[in-house]
């Protein structure tokens, strides 16, 4: 079987918050929806393409978008950018313990991988609510 259930959860959940996102949300939600797409793109594509599946491009995905999140918290000062940078930053360094030390995707991996995958989503479809209320507050007439 090419993909797990709990991966087809992930991925669905995954493009379910990235794409009301992009629909709802603001410039770095939409931004930030994009990286994570990027991300679900490279491991569907993963399964079927053999040297997508390469643990180092797995790595340089996590860098590239902890990197687009730094800049995002950095420019638009988000606290929900914040926690999903260091959400992504310890994927990273999971995905990087377990390449220096050559160590086989165990259990643990699978579970801190999704967990910390699902609080990024937990992040983005926050930060999108809270997109989604200032607009409405803008719109009200009396502010409240």
């Not at 993909?3 to 959940?13: D, K, Q, S, T």
């Not at 990235?18 to 569907?44: K, S």
């Not at 594509?45 to 390469?54: I, R």
């Not at 990087?96 to 991996?109: C, G, I």
Request: with cysteine; glycine share 8%.
């Amino acid at each position: 079987m090419i993909f797990a259930p709990i991966l087809l959860l992930l991925i669905g959940g995954g493009l379910c918050v990235c794409l009301l996102a992009l629909w709802q949300g603001e410039t770095p939600e939409r931004v930030a929806a994009a990286l994570i797409l990027a991300n679900i793109l490279v491991v569907i594509l993963g399964k079927f393409v053999g040297y997508l599946n390469d643990p180092l491009i797995s790595l340089a995905m996590d860098g590239l978008t902890a990197l687009g999140f730094l800049a995002l918290a950095v420019i638009f000062s988000s606290l929900w950018l914040g926690a999903a940078m260091l959400l992504q930053a310890a994927l990273f360094a999971l995905h990087s313990y377990y390449l220096v030390t050559d160590k086989a995707p165990d259990r643990f991996h699978a579970v801190a991988n999704n967990l910390d995958f699902i609080g990024i989503l937990l992040c983005m479809a926050f930060g999108t609510a809270l997109a989604v209320r200032r607009r409405r507050m803008a719109r009200s007439p009396s502010g409240a």
